[in-house]
């Protein structure tokens, strides 16, 4: 069995404007552990995930792109020689209208069965996506492990 992490959650806010805070390098970098997604959006292209000195954290290719309802691409740690020897696994962003809402539904899956990456991402989402929450409806990220301006320079 491989392991799979799923996280869903309900945003006070448009399918817009939260396709807008997943692909924005803008928005990315206030929530995601300081760092700001680069990608031209066409599927077959780099997804790279930069800190402000220019150096790449994570990486993938984009798989997926139907804005604003789902967006699927691979993911691979750099930050770490021996979480990088793992082979890319998956993240797929599932957004859906829900009133006044939207459901966001994260699945990151594809891993090895003893893959290292898995027990980190479990907690790294929970930490990512609750800071997106709180951007998107109070207007502050989170200050969660990582997003803090203390962090901003380290890897």
């Known amino acids: 069995m491989h392991p799979e992490h799923i996280y869903q959650t309900y945003i006070r806010t448009t399918p817009q404007r939260l396709w807008e805070a997943i692909t924005s390098p803008e928005f990315t970098r206030q929530y995601f552990h300081c760092m700001h997604i680069d990608c031209d959006w066409q599927p077959?292209?780099?997804?790279?995930?930069r800190y402000d000195d220019g150096r790449v954290g994570c990486e993938g290719t984009l798989l997926d792109c139907v804005p604003p309802r789902l967006?699927?691409?691979?993911?691979?740690?750099?930050?770490?020689?021996?979480?990088?020897?793992?082979?890319?696994?998956?993240?797929?962003?599932?957004?859906?209208?829900s009133g006044e809402n939207c459901r966001l539904r994260v699945t990151h899956n594809d891993f090895?069965?003893?893959?290292?990456?898995?027990?980190?991402?479990?907690?790294?989402?929970?930490?990512?996506?609750?800071?997106?929450?709180?951007?998107?409806?109070?207007?502050?990220?989170?200050?969660?492990a990582g997003n803090t301006e203390a962090s901003r320079g380290a890897a």
């Not at 691979?74 to 890319?88: I, K, N, S, V, Y």
């Not at 069965?113 to 991402?121: E, G, H, L, R």
């Open 44 to 49: 077959g292209s780099e997804v790279k995930f």
């Open 112 to 144: 090895d069965a003893d893959s290292k990456v898995f027990p980190m991402i479990s907690e790294g989402w929970s930490e990512v996506i609750s800071s997106l929450k709180s951007l998107l409806e109070t207007g502050a990220a989170l200050e969660v």
């Open 71 to 97: 967006l699927r691409y691979t993911w691979r740690f750099l930050f770490d020689e021996e979480l990088a020897r793992e082979r890319p696994s998956t993240v797929t962003f599932e957004i859906e209208p």
